[in-house]
């Protein structure tokens, strides 16, 4: 039994919580084993100290019990701020954020001409058509192009880019 050691026993759970079984073994194992006898002797007496220490009551003094009766009922009859406030506080930079994009792509949006898609025409000469005006202004029923001249139209704007 020397091989043994009861060490792993009195680590798994509180002394006064072991067993008769438990406890012959760990008394007759002790007898033998000088490192157990000094993990058993400790072992009981934390489990003593521990026990001592449970078993004291202090009873809060008069004055504590009035501070902290004076603090409950300060705490329920002050206000606190509505749930709206508090969300608000919470959320304020991220409503402002998209309050001030939403703002900023309305500008846009107003202030931005589209292509004047006549007026492109007149640059670039007439009879010939850039890629934007075969694809954007095909709404024209009189001017409608076919798609060999659609696909020709694409292929030359990119050659002349180089690409």
């Not at 994009?101 to 309305?106: G, R």
């Not at 001017?143 to 060999?148: F, K, R």
């Amino acid at each position: 039994m020397a091989e043994n050691h009861i060490i792993d026993l009195l680590d798994a759970k509180p002394f006064i919580d072991l067993s008769d079984a438990e406890r012959s073994t760990v008394d007759s194992h002790v007898v033998t084993c000088i490192k157990c006898r000094s993990a058993y002797e400790s072992s009981r007496v934390a489990s003593s100290l521990i026990e001592a220490r449970t078993s004291e009551t202090t009873e809060a003094g008069s004055f504590f019990k009035t501070r902290v009766m004076a603090e409950i009922r300060a705490r329920q009859l002050s206000s606190e701020e509505p749930a709206l406030i508090r969300m608000w506080k919470a959320a304020r930079a991220l409503v402002t954020t998209m309050a001030l994009l939403l703002v900023m792509l309305a500008g846009l949006t107003i202030f931005t001409s589209p292509i004047d898609f006549q007026e492109q025409t007149s640059v670039t000469g007439p009879g010939v058509y850039s890629a934007e005006y075969v694809v954007l202004a095909r709404g024209d029923a009189d001017d409608e192009l076919a798609n060999d001249q659609l696909i020709q139209t694409i292929y030359d704007s990119e050659d002349s880019d180089g690409q």
